[in-house]
């Protein structure tokens, strides 16, 4: 989270491309932020498993966009939707280090089905065999 954090504190537009090939990208796309649904969500990404899988949370809810203590963002909303379309309310997306979809799946998702599926992908095989090493 360092890194949004840095953008966020600069006041510095937010892109999709900023994150490419550094981070995976959880966006939560909702109708209403406060819901519980959302709420159960963000608590899930409280796990350290998100960090380790340099795994970052964004919430958008119509045209704004936030971060995962739900502090609005300047992002340029355009770079997610050649990705996610008309994406659908109340829907979990997970966008890889290449900037591809991998996952797009109803609110909740278990940390599991994140974990397991991330764990399976070649690049992140990798940096597990690399980081073993160290």
Do not use: C, H
């Amino acid at each position: 989270m360092i890194f949004l954090g840095t953008l966020v504190a600069n006041g510095q537009k937010v892109n999709l491309s900023d994150f490419q090939w550094k981070n995976r990208i959880i966006l939560l796309n909702v109708e209403d932020r406060s819901k519980e649904i959302v709420q159960q969500q963000l608590q899930l990404a409280q796990d350290d498993g998100y960090a380790e899988r340099d795994l970052i949370l964004l919430v958008s809810q119509g045209k704004q966009m936030y971060d995962s203590d739900l502090k609005e963002l300047n992002f340029e909303i355009e770079s997610l939707q050649s990705i996610v379309g008309n994406a659908t309310k109340n829907m979990l997306y997970l966008i890889g280090k290449d900037g591809g979809m991998k996952l797009r799946q109803t609110l909740p998702v278990p940390n599991a089905d994140i974990f397991d599926l991330i764990d399976s992908m070649p690049m992140r095989r990798a940096e597990m065999k690399k980081g073993s090493r160290n």
